[in-house]
């Protein structure tokens, strides 16, 4: 089927298909997991095989940080290389999968907190297509990102997620893609290659996530101020934080929480990652 034809099959409204797709959160990490065939992307990989086939992927990517809130709505996002240092394999990469302007339409029209922009501009950033293109490596579902507010404090962002749970109801995959400790100035790049490495904050944090997680106990996610200064080393910034609060938002009553890629990375990251639904 060409490229075309695929958009062509989802240009029509998204119809209800009577069960809920799972949502993910998926800590993406290095740019570099989008060319390597790793323990990390060969989960994704596992993972979209794991899951009923979407309809269209909606990504909230730690890497779409804006001023207000957008959503991607051209026919054809285009692949964006936003990073540097990296070798010239990962910016040859493209990943064509079309997008969707009626979804992104009628996404505009679920959310009700805020005005929703449609974006013609940006596309499918790092955040997005590292992990998408393991999961769905012929590029035929439609791909969107919701961009992330910085004027906005947590709860809006978690509130504002929970608009989006009719989506899960007509067959679309919403993934948030960062990480939950991301500490880029603590990175000990001599233990990048060293298994499962991390200091002892990071492992503590993460650990405290995936309790509350379990605990079904969203609160104190939201409020992560109040994790004091081990919070303050897990999350310095919230771009990498924040869509962890858009995918628990989605989650209702009857959906269990499970974990993978549970590690973490050059001490001062990790990659866990969670299902729910």
């Known amino acids: 089927m060409t490229s075309l034809a695929v958009f062509n099959s989802f240009t029509n409204s998204l119809e209800k298909n009577g069960t809920l797709m799972p949502v993910l959160f998926i800590g993406h990490g290095s740019p570099m997991n989008g060319i390597e065939d790793n323990e990390f992307s060969n989960r994704w990989k596992k993972m979209a095989e794991d ?75 790092h955040g997005a297509w590292t992990v998408v293109r393991h999961m769905y490596p012929l590029a035929n579902i439609p791909v969107l990102q919701l961009s992330i507010d910085y004027t906005k404090d947590p709860q809006y962002h978690y509130n504002l997620g929970k608009e989006l749970f009719e989506l899960r109801k007509k067959g679309v995959l919403i993934i948030g893609s960062g990480n939950m400790v991301h500490n880029l100035r ?35 996610l939201i409020k992560y ?12 910034t919230p771009e990498h934080y924040l869509p962890l609060l858009y995918a628990l938002s989605l989650q209702n009553k009857n959906d269990k929480a499970s974990f993978f890629n549970d590690k973490a990375v050059a001490g001062s990251l990790t990659m866990t990652s969670v299902k729910i639904g």
């Not at 101020?225 to 310095?236: S, W």
């Open 51 to 125: 899951i009923p086939v979407p309809k269209a992927v909606l990504v909230v990517s730690a890497h779409w940080f804006t001023k207000g809130t957008k959503i991607t709505a051209m026919d054809f996002p285009q692949t964006i290389h936003d990073f540097g240092g990296f070798p010239q394999a990962l910016f040859d990469v493209q990943y064509p999968a079309p997008g969707n302007p009626q979804m992104a339409k009628e996404t505009i029209q679920l959310i009700k907190t805020t005005r929703v922009e449609a974006n013609h501009d940006w596309g499918l950033d």
């Open 186 to 220: 603590m990175v000990a790049w001599d233990k990048m290659n060293t298994d499962n490495y991390g200091f002892d904050w990071a492992f503590q944090m993460n650990d405290t996530f995936k309790t509350l997680i379990n605990d079904g106990n969203h609160e104190p």
């Open 225 to 236: 101020e109040g994790f004091g200064i081990v919070g303050k080393l897990a999350i310095p």
